[in-house]
Every structure is written in structure tokens, then in C-alpha cells.
């Protein structure tokens, strides 16, 4: 048993991370905030954290909220996932919840299956953030 919700976010980021392609992943509030995250530091070279974790935060959250946005002025929905390509990798972002979102720098390899992983893991830390101590 977890002693609390952290502990069983950090353990779900690790279970995604040795069940897909993914570089990087950060469960991060609507206010830009890290919950938690996980580092594969061999895809970054010298093995050390090479970008600021609050600024990323931050992005993530405004991106989330700007394809939030987009998708209801164009579509009237809201959006499953937001995806950004780049030759070097795929950034994923991912809500789980009203209260967080996932963002996962992954392997461009396999995407249809890291797509499914990272939808379960949005669901099952949406359950965690919902428990109540």
C-alpha cells in the first residue's frame, strides 16, 4: 500500500516508463505546478536535467488549455490529446482530469501503443488525485 498519493503517482510513472518509449513524463497541475515526473537521463546525454521543471510545467499547462480552447471553437469538443512532433522526439501532453495534465517526451516508434499507455496512465492518476485521505 502507498503512503500517499505521490508515492503511488511516482510508482505509476515508472510502471508507464518501463512499459513504453518515453524519454521523459510529468504529471503537472492546471496551474503549472509538477506533481511528479520521471527522467530516462540516457536519452539527455550527460545524464543531467537539462530543462527547468517549472517553466515546463508551465508550458505544458498553458498548451493544454490553448488546444482546450482551439478544439471548442472549432470542433465544439474537447481535445483527446496534443501532440507536438520534432525530429528528435514527440511531445505528448495528455489531461488527466480537470485537475491535471500528463506531458511525455516519447519515441516517435510504436506511437499507437505509447498513445494507449499514456491514455490508461492519465486515467489511473486521475483516480489517485480523486481520492480523498
Known amino acids: 500500500m502507498y503512503s500517499n498519493k505521490g508515492d503511488?503517482?511516482?510508482?505509476?510513472?515508472i510502471t508507464y516508463g518501463l512499459n513504453s518509449k518515453m524519454h521523459a513524463t510529468a504529471i503537472v497541475s492546471r496551474d503549472g505546478f509538477i506533481i511528479a515526473s520521471v527522467v530516462d537521463d540516457s536519452h539527455f546525454g550527460n545524464g543531467s536535467n537539462i530543462f527547468?521543471?517549472?517553466?515546463?510545467?508551465?508550458?505544458a499547462a498553458e498548451m493544454i488549455m490553448l488546444g482546450e480552447r482551439t478544439t471548442e471553437e472549432l470542433l465544439n469538443t474537447s481535445p483527446q490529446r496534443v501532440i507536438i512532433d520534432s525530429e528528435m522526439g514527440t511531445v505528448v501532453l495528455v489531461t488527466a482530469g480537470k485537475d491535471a495534465v500528463i506531458i511525455s517526451v516519447i519515441n516517435r516508434e510504436n506511437l499507437g501503443i505509447t498513445l494507449f499507455q499514456l491514455q490508461k496512465l492519465a486515467k489511473e492518476v486521475e483516480k489517485t488525485l480523486f481520492i480523498q485521505h
Open 8 to 13: 503511488k503517482l511516482n510508482e505509476l510513472l
Open 52 to 59: 527547468d521543471d517549472e517553466i515546463i510545467a508551465g508550458m
